[in-house]
């Protein structure tokens, strides 16, 4: 079982960094963090166009989309290579879904602003926490 990411130019390979981080990319790396915890049969491969250019050629899918429509289509996302959103991130529900399609049962929980996610035993000197 293969999902595979690909994801706008970004300045790193999740785009969460720098100064001004977009809220939806933080909820897609937590989902994708919640997915390998539950499911690690899951292989999750993610690709910016910025550092692997080449992934999005080699796909024809891939660089057919981005030929007819330009980067605004991203990001992609196959599931077992089925594309199964276009142009902005899978909702938590849209990704539960298709797994269960595919016999894989998983919850993914949003965390509601200001939750890190932390509980009170979590706090360590090598461990921050909003708490």
């Not at 933080?26 to 049969?41: C, D, G, N, S, Y």
């Not at 692997?52 to 024809?60: I, L, R, S, Y």
């Amino acid at each position: 079982m293969k999902i595979q990411i690909y994801d706008p130019a970004m300045c790193c390979s999740t785009g969460v960094c720098g100064p001004s981080v977009d809220p939806e990319l933080v909820r897609i790396q937590e989902t994708l963090r919640q997915l390998q915890k539950q499911a690690p049969e899951v292989q999750v491969q993610r690709y910016s166009l910025s550092t692997e250019p080449q992934a999005f050629v080699a796909n024809t899918a891939v660089s057919e989309l981005l030929k007819c429509e330009g980067p605004e289509c991203l990001p992609l996302i196959y599931v077992d290579g089925v594309l199964v959103c276009k142009g902005s991130y899978p909702a938590n529900a849209q990704i539960e879904g298709a797994l269960k399609m595919l016999g894989i049962d998983v919850v993914l929980v949003e965390k509601k602003k200001g939750e890190c996610g932390c509980s009170s035993g979590d706090i360590s000197p090598q461990k921050t926490c909003c708490g």
